[in-house]
């Protein structure tokens, strides 16, 4: 089983709608959680961390579920911007600066 | 602002030749990476360094050598190249994981081994 899994889509919507994705990890240890944003041909970057209690940047909300071992990303009104593809990224201990990436989650909106 | 910078950007080698990729970071990070990118299996780790001197396998470790010539500088060597090695190969680095651990990419290395 692979240590961090995404549904590899791709996810075809149409601008304005709300789209979800999750991501499951398999090491119940996994102490910290990242969302990157990737473009065709692209380096990753970071588009938002994933705190215990959920957070939200703007049309973007995170969540996390320790006891299921999943992270979401919620992205509301969509833009034709938002096309990429969306990676979910697992730190395994707190003390390690070691990433495990998910093979991500590809999006598309269409006008 | 530089960030991380990894070349060369495209690369065609012949099965057997070797090379290096370069890799620097001005951002005084401690970690740094080697990821590789192939089509349907996401990024996987290649080696890492936690600090200067030190360097850890990842995922996929066989077939390169690393080096962490100093706190900037992380290079990727393949020895003898194979076309299984034909990938986008990533450059990164990240702070120490108290302060937040943002890891940082380079712009990607493209290399085809024929």
């Known amino acids: 089983r692979k240590e961090v899994e995404q549904d590899p889509g791709p996810f075809n919507v149409p601008e304005g709608a709300t789209v979800a994705f999750n991501c499951t990890y398999s090491?119940?240890?996994?102490?910290?959680f990242f969302w990157y944003r990737q473009d065709c041909r692209k380096e990753p970057k970071l588009l938002m961390s994933?705190?215990?209690s959920g957070n939200e940047d703007g049309r973007f909300t995170a969540q996390l579920n320790r006891a299921s071992q999943y992270i979401s990303l919620l992205i509301r009104d969509s833009k034709l911007s938002d096309s990429a593809t969306y990676l979910c990224?697992?730190?395994?201990?707190?003390?390690?600066?070691?990433?495990?990436f998910g093979t991500g989650t590809r999006l598309q909106v269409f006008p | 602002n530089a960030g991380v910078t990894q070349t060369p950007k495209f690369q065609v080698l012949k099965t057997g030749q070797s090379m290096t990729l370069q890799c620097a970071q001005d951002m005084n990070h401690n970690s740094m990476y080697w990821y590789r990118q192939d089509p349907g299996m996401g990024l996987r780790l290649i080696y890492y360094?936690?600090?200067?001197?030190?360097?850890d396998k990842g995922e996929v470790p066989n077939g390169y050598n690393v080096s962490r010539l100093n706190k900037r500088e992380f290079s990727l060597r393949l020895e003898s190249a194979a076309p299984s090695q034909t990938s986008v190969y990533f450059c990164a680095s990240s702070g120490r994981a108290s302060s937040g651990n943002t890891i940082y990419f380079g712009e990607g290395s493209w290399l085809t081994v024929v």
């Open positions: 090491n119940s240890a996994s102490q910290s």
């Open positions: 994933v705190y215990s």
């Open positions: 360094s936690a600090s200067e001197g030190t360097t």
């Open positions: 990224v697992v730190r395994l201990t707190y003390n390690t600066d070691k990433l495990i």
